[in-house]
């Protein structure tokens, strides 16, 4: 199987987008409660997700659309669509003004069951209220930066420093708790770090120090993001004492509090990274909760490793948008060659 940089830059888009679909309709459910439905293997319509429109007046109701349908997407992968539309708008540069725009683009597009933090940025952005540096909620701990920042982790993949600043300034352009910049800056480290395996490096691969890596750059940028980097210190230590994984990721979180999805989502990929539709499986049927930011996550990481060519063809087939999927993605990898040069 081919394992070329642009193959991984289409599974990454790709496996985020599919986790964000398969996650969709069980999100909030108990992981009991998924389990009473059965092995979750393909897109399902379990429950109502609905898009919403933004009015433009204060005055206004905010209008629910039609129910999103399986295979569908929600603000995870909008939102790292949006990412993407900006960096390669801007021949592969972050330009924080660019971002706010496309912010304000995704309010205008109606947000599909959409995160508090960003949502409420975005309508400061839109009003004029803020500058992009001054729109976050303070109180924004959410794990929708990290969620969306897969385009910062594969056009930096080989600038650290440009890496974790950039994940860093797209985080806090929403969302003001130190975690939630943390744990961006945490998945952005991780896609950076598969990207450089190939599938035969797989049978050396090493869980606790995937994670290690994460904790050392997390703890390295911050004082502020040392409770972050607590969890995934715990993440590791279940990881290296052999729990079990029901335990383990009940006993790290699945709420969408950037100190549970996150580390739950990483000791996913560093538990068992082998197979990608393995990896997608547990992703969503041994989780609830969170479901799809942690599928989302977990799917961009695990087709950053693998490369697209591992995804089922049926996903692959029946995503939402593919071909937008596609071309963002080779656009993404040809604004990582102009900008750094090629891999």
């Known amino acids: 199987m081919s394992n070329e940089p642009e193959t991984k830059y289409l599974g990454c888009l790709f496996g ?54 399986p295979g569908q997407w929600t603000d995870d992968t909008q939102l790292t669509l949006a990412l993407a539309d900006a960096l390669i708008a801007e021949g592969g540069l972050f330009v924080p003004d660019a971002w706010a725009h496309a912010l304000v683009q995704w309010l205008n597009e109606s947000p599909r069951a959409p995160g508090l933090a960003s949502l409420e940025a975005a309508i400061q952005l839109r009003s004029g209220g803020a500058e992009w540096d001054e729109a976050a909620d303070p109180e924004g701990g959410g794990c929708g930066a990290a969620t969306r920042v897969s385009p910062i982790g594969l056009v930096y993949s080989q600038d650290a420093d440009m890496r974790r600043r950039y994940a860093y300034l797209q985080a806090m352009t929403t969302h003001g708790q130190p975690d939630a910049q943390a ?112 599928a989302t996550i977990v799917g961009s990481i695990g087709g950053a490793l693998h490369g697209v060519q591992a995804i089922p063809a049926r996903w692959r087939r029946e995503v939402e948008d593919a071909p937008r999927l596609l071309e963002t993605a080779l656009g993404l990898y040809r604004a990582r060659v102009r900008f750094c040069g090629p891999i």
């Open 16 to 69: 985020g987008a599919i986790g964000d679909a398969l996650g969709m309709p069980l999100t909030g459910r108990t992981r009991a409660k998924i389990a009473e439905i059965g092995t979750v293997r393909d897109f399902v319509t379990f429950q109502n997700v609905t898009p919403v429109t933004i009015p433009l007046s204060a005055i206004a109701d905010a209008e629910v659309e039609e129910p999103l349908l």
């Open 183 to 294: 744990a961006a800056i945490a998945v952005a480290e991780a896609i950076a770090y598969v990207l450089k395996w190939t599938l035969d490096d797989l049978a050396h691969w090493d869980g606790p120090l995937f994670l290690q890596n994460l904790i050392d750059v997390v703890s390295g940028h911050s004082q502020e993001f040392a409770e972050f980097a607590r969890c995934l210190e715990f993440a590791r230590s279940l990881l290296i004492d052999g729990i079990d994984v029901e335990t383990s990721v009940r006993v790290l979180g699945v709420s969408a509090w950037s100190r549970e999805a996150v580390p739950a989502a990483l000791y996913l990929v560093a538990r068992n990274p082998y197979d990608f539709e393995q990896l997608m499986t547990d992703s969503i049927n041994l989780t609830g909760g969170a479901v799809e930011s942690i």
